[in-house]
Nanobody, 120 residues
């Protein structure tokens, strides 16, 4: 399993970024996927998840209405559109497989994340 997140950067509060995660996973379209983040000094937390069929989306309360998760199964890629960014969104963002489905723990392997910095 290889997971490569990209698209991070530095943006002012209120701005937008779109993250991408390329996943080298056999039968990618059969798995739910999730985005997670880890801020400095804090534990990694769930941000958003999407099931294999794209019909079920879930979000952390802190990002509801601002972030949108999507996927392109033909490209083995999952996206996170982040709008109205806040300084508290500053973190390293990771994607991961949710092998047991939405709401269940992610896989054991964490690929390289992408840093998002939101300035006030």
């Amino acid at each position: 399993v290889q997971l490569q997140a990209s698209g991070g950067g530095t943006v002012q509060a209120g701005g937008s970024l779109r993250l991408s995660c390329a996943a080298s996973i056999r039968n990618f379209s059969r798995y739910s996927m999730g985005w997670f983040r880890q801020a400095p000094g804090k534990e990694r937390e769930f941000v958003a998840g999407i099931n294999w069929g794209r019909g079920d989306l879930r979000y952390a309360d802190s990002v509801k209405g601002r972030f949108t998760i999507s996927r392109d199964n033909a490209k083995n890629t999952v996206y996170l559109q982040m709008n109205s960014l806040k300084p508290e969104d500053t973190a390293v963002y990771y994607c991961n497989v949710l092998p047991r489905g939405l709401g269940q723990p992610p896989g054991d392997h964490w690929g390289q994340g992408t840093l998002v910095t939101v300035s006030s």
